[in-house]
């Protein structure tokens, strides 16, 4: 399966008409946060494929804008705190970043992070009944404590994902919210048995389930 995963910074390429001669293989889009809702639906409307997306720490609450106000990106499903099967892969998300500001949208602390983390509990163990494993994309806004985080408080990763990632092993997470500025940036990480990527920009990613995607 070929996904396309878009964070943070309008692409060009991506917001023209190109982007259906480039990308016209890809199967599934997911959209880690900090994108306009209007550029999210633009991808949506030339691909047509199944859109996936979590909101970041600078999306809005309503984006005001001519014709109509969005609150999200229509035609898009939105994965927060929601554990969903797409055509036999089986996606999780978590929206938002670690809170920095007293009244931040889409900010939390630690704390309620982990309250965000244990409601996808449920679905997982249902996941692992019905189709023998637990989770094969992690979809998030900000990155894992410990992997492709900073110092900075608006930048920490959150310790809930790491542990998911221990307990419940997914094959990829994707996660955005680490700009990218240097080539020698690390972008991508094994931690344990789960890739983890950032998806600032754009990237193309083929996931490899062998042979389980077909569940």
């Known amino acids: 399966?070929?996904?396309?995963?878009?964070?943070?910074?309008?692409?060009?390429?991506?917001?023209?008409?190109?982007?259906?001669?480039?990308?016209?293989?890809?199967?599934?889009i997911i959209a880690c946060g900090d994108l306009p809702y209007y550029y999210q639906e633009y991808v949506i409307s030339l691909l047509n494929r199944?859109?996936?997306?979590?909101?970041?720490?600078?999306?809005?609450?309503?984006?005001?804008?001519?014709?109509?106000?969005?609150?999200?990106?229509?035609?898009?499903?939105?994965?927060?705190?929601?554990?969903?099967?797409?055509?036999?892969?089986?996606?999780?998300?978590?929206?938002?970043?670690?809170?920095?500001?007293?009244n931040g949208q889409f900010q939390y602390t630690q704390s309620e992070?982990?309250?965000?983390?244990?409601?996808?509990v449920p679905g997982l163990f249902y996941n692992r009944m019905r189709y023998g494993r637990f989770l094969d994309v992690f979809v998030t806004h900000a990155s894992p404590w410990g992997i492709h985080d900073k110092p900075d408080r608006a930048h920490r990763g959150i310790k809930?994902?790491?542990?998911?990632?221990?307990?419940?092993?997914?094959?990829?997470?994707?996660?955005?919210?680490?700009h990218v500025y240097r080539p020698d940036t690390i972008t991508e990480t094994m931690f344990n048995k789960t890739r983890v990527l950032n998806t600032y920009g754009a990237r193309e990613t083929?996931?490899?389930?062998d042979g389980e995607f077909k569940g």
Not at 160 to 178: C, D, E
């Open 1 to 28: 399966m070929n996904v396309l995963s878009i964070s943070d910074v309008i692409v060009p390429i991506i917001y023209s008409s190109y982007i259906q001669e480039k990308y016209s293989h890809i199967d599934l």
């Open 50 to 102: 199944p859109f996936f997306f979590v909101r970041g720490n600078h999306d809005p609450a309503v984006e005001y804008g001519e014709g109509c106000n969005r609150t999200y990106p229509h035609g898009g499903v939105d994965l927060h705190r929601r554990v969903v099967c797409c055509q036999g892969l089986l996606l999780a998300g978590i929206e938002g970043s670690e809170r920095y500001k007293r």
């Open 113 to 120: 992070m982990w309250g965000n983390v244990f409601s996808l």
């Open 160 to 178: 809930a994902f790491r542990w998911l990632l221990n307990v419940f092993q997914p094959r990829y997470h994707f996660h955005g919210h680490i």
């Open 206 to 209: 083929f996931l490899s389930l």
